[in-house]
């Protein structure tokens, strides 16, 4: 039997990664508050609003489904640094990053409503920074991209030339890693092969 596959994220991004694979996943937004929680570590956290989400949306679901719950935070000197809060920050940040690395931190939460079983682990993926002028970041930041999305930046978007390279996986800096999916569904005894459309 084929389980529905049940995004619990917002993320476009995630989503079109998951199409991309073959899948047509549900999105059930979780509305979890991340500014309410926090971890010792920028993994840690990521991990935790992971689990959160796929849990707040596991809740919800009556049918059988595997709920899928990530989030992501960038890892610079060992802060945490999600989505800015404003335009400042966002210069701020990328200001900090040019010619620099930080590690995406992706958390991975997978519930089986069937039975309550859950898998998750954090993906990391260096991110090497280029140099990009201040009237490149200003240009970024004008088109408001950078507000929505962990450490002000995109693998898969306008931010695409200021990165010079990734160290791992390339998924899991847009927002999902894939390798670490199969993982996380194989430790649940499901095939990622039964769940393509």
Same mark, same amino acid.
């Given at each position: 039997?084929?389980?529905?596959?049940?995004?619990?994220?917002?993320?476009?991004?995630?989503?079109?990664?998951?199409?991309?694979?073959?899948?047509?996943?549900?999105?059930?937004? &979780?509305?979890? !508050?991340? +500014?309410?929680?926090?971890?010792?570590? =920028?993994?840690?956290? $990521?991990?935790? @609003? /992971?689990?959160?989400?796929?849990?707040?949306?596991?809740?919800?679901?009556?049918?059988?489904?595997?709920?899928?719950?990530?989030? &992501?935070?960038? !890892?610079? +000197?060992?802060?945490?640094?999600?989505? =800015?809060?404003?335009? $400042?920050?966002? @210069? /701020?940040?990328?200001?900090?990053?040019?010619?620099?690395?930080?590690?995406?931190?992706?958390?991975?939460?997978?519930?089986?409503?069937?039975?309550?079983?859950?898998?998750?682990?954090?993906?990391?993926?260096?991110?090497?920074?280029?140099?990009?002028?201040?009237?490149?970041?200003?240009?970024?930041?004008?088109?408001?991209?950078?507000?929505?999305?962990?450490?002000?930046?995109?693998?898969?978007?306008?931010?695409?030339?200021?990165?010079?390279?990734?160290?791992?996986?390339?998924?899991?800096?847009?927002?999902?890693?894939?390798?670490?999916?199969?993982?996380?569904?194989?430790?649940?005894?499901?095939?990622?092969?039964?769940?393509?459309?």
């Amino acid at each position: 039997m084929t389980l529905p596959l049940i995004l619990a994220s917002a993320s476009p991004a995630r989503l079109g990664l998951l199409r991309q694979a073959g899948f047509a996943p549900e999105v059930v937004v &979780s509305g979890v !508050d991340e +500014d309410a929680l926090s971890a010792a570590t =920028p993994g840690a956290l $990521a991990l935790l @609003l /992971a689990e959160a989400k796929a849990r707040t949306v596991a809740a919800r679901t009556d049918a059988p489904a595997l709920v899928v719950g990530c989030d &992501s935070v960038l !890892d610079l +000197d060992g802060e945490a640094l999600g989505k =800015p809060a404003d335009a $400042a920050e966002a @210069l /701020a940040r990328w200001q900090a990053m040019r010619g620099r690395s930080g590690v995406l931190e992706t958390g991975h939460c997978v519930i089986d409503t069937r039975t309550g079983r859950q898998a998750s682990a954090t993906a990391s993926t260096t991110v090497r920074f280029g140099t990009p002028t201040d009237t490149e970041i200003a240009a970024y930041i004008a088109t408001g991209e950078p507000l929505h999305v962990a450490g002000a930046f995109t693998l898969d978007g306008r931010s695409a030339p200021f990165v010079d390279g990734v160290d791992g996986s390339h998924g899991n800096v847009i927002g999902l890693s894939l390798p670490l999916l199969r993982t996380l569904l194989l430790e649940l005894g499901v095939s990622i092969t039964d769940l393509w459309a």
